[in-house]
């Protein structure tokens, strides 16, 4: 089993140090948000919120999932630690996909968090880097989308390649 107790680390500073960032610019937004809304439209301050929220809650399970895994592996239990690195490979859900929720302007905090979390584009692979490339290019949130029917063709266009059949 891989043991690079440095990439290890390298990672670890690089998920904490978005897990801070991500959660200063929470609750910043928690703190200006005036009412209630439930205004659920993308890029609304609700969806804003909740796109942090996960983002937030992501990096978390991921940070704990990381101490797991060096404290099963230094503990010698091979079965539990290789659960907890098969795991760890698996991008966070919400990361960049609660980047799709936030409106626009992004703010600073956000902005260098998920360039920071590019640099892990080897360590989950699957184009995590592309994604996060994508959610910030975007000029505004894309998601939920005021269309259901088209966001639906979309995603499937995309999974097809391009190919411009419907469901």
């Known amino acids: 089993m891989d043991h690079d107790l440095e990439e290890l680390k390298r990672v670890g500073g690089i998920l904490n140090e978005a897990f801070v960032l991500l959660r200063r610019e929470k609750e910043r937004l928690e703190e200006r948000r005036s009412g209630r809304s439930h205004d659920s439209s993308a890029g609304s301050p609700r969806q804003t919120l909740i796109g942090l929220g996960g983002m937030v809650d992501d990096l978390r399970k991921r940070m704990d999932g990381l101490a797991q895994y060096v404290g099963f592996m230094t503990l010698g239990l091979e079965n539990q630690a290789a659960r907890e690195r098969a795991l760890l490979r698996h991008a966070p ?41 994508r959610a910030l290019a975007a000029p505004e949130a894309t998601y939920p989308p005021a269309d259901w029917d088209a966001y639906a063709k979309e995603l499937w266009r995309e999974a097809n390649g391009g190919a411009d059949v419907t469901p």
């Open 93 to 133: 859900l919400s990361v960049p996909s609660g980047v799709d929720r936030m409106a626009r302007p992004l703010g600073e905090d956000t902005v260098r968090a998920m360039q920071l979390l590019r640099e892990l584009d080897t360590f989950f692979g699957d184009g995590f880097a592309d994604r996060i490339d």
